[in-house]
């Protein structure tokens, strides 16, 4: 009795050291990948989701967004829809808090001071041809990067995870999972000691 409890502690240890190993793999694995992508795309913030829907028909709420840094400013395209660049860039803060923001560059200017301003606008404002541009100017240096790439819906995973509802299903689904994995192992014990 004592060897079958002595390989049961066994199983339990290397099914623990693997589960732990495999854990450790797989945030090595996403760390890696993020900061790699941000190093290859210039940007900290390489992957975004668009969180309103101010740039519909372009972009939807719940899609995913490929960012790249911009290293010349100059060359950002600053024009009505569909032409201008989708710049992603930090609110100005004396227009509310801090958030990230995805519209199109429609005006740009460069400053006395070198750098370049420039007047934002969503998609989903007055129709194409018409300037109706945000309230704030821009400059670059709270510009995060332009748009590259989207994915559609793929988004909508982080923005359920900051409901409240969201993070309630991640703990559920947490212990579930670790249910799932120990509760064999707990009732083959018992059925040994029986």
């Keep these: 009795m004592s060897s079958s409890r002595s390989k049961l502690s066994n199983a339990m240890k290397s099914s623990y050291v693997k589960t732990v190993v495999l854990i450790a793999v797989i945030i090595g694995g996403v760390v890696a990948f993020w900061f790699g992508l941000r190093a ?4 900290e913030y390489p ?9 519909e028909p372009t972009l939807f709420r719940g899609d995913l967004i490929l960012v790249q840094g911009i290293s010349n400013f100059s060359d950002v395209k600053a024009d009505l829809q569909p032409y201008g ?3 992603i860039f930090h609110r100005p803060s004396q227009y509310g808090a801090e958030s ?4 199109r560059a429609v005006q740009k200017y460069q400053g006395a001071d070198g750098l370049w301003y420039f007047r934002t606008q969503g998609d989903a404002a ?7 541009p945000d309230p ?3 400059p670059q240096t709270l510009v995060v990067g332009k748009l590259v790439g989207k994915v559609p ?4 995973i982080p923005l359920y995870i900051r409901e409240p509802l969201g993070i309630m299903l991640i703990v559920v689904l947490f212990f579930i999972i670790i249910l799932a994995e120990y509760l064999p192992v707990l009732f083959k014990k018992q059925k040994e000691q029986r």
């Excluded at 290859?40 to 940007?43: P, S």
């Design 40 to 43: 290859v795309l210039g940007t």
């Design 47 to 55: 992957l975004l989701t668009v969180a309103s829907g101010s740039m």
């Design 85 to 87: 660049d989708i710049i």
């Design 100 to 103: 990230l923001i995805v519209h």
């Design 126 to 132: 007055p129709p194409q041809g018409v300037l109706h």
């Design 136 to 138: 704030w100017t821009v």
């Design 153 to 156: 819906w793929v988004g909508y």
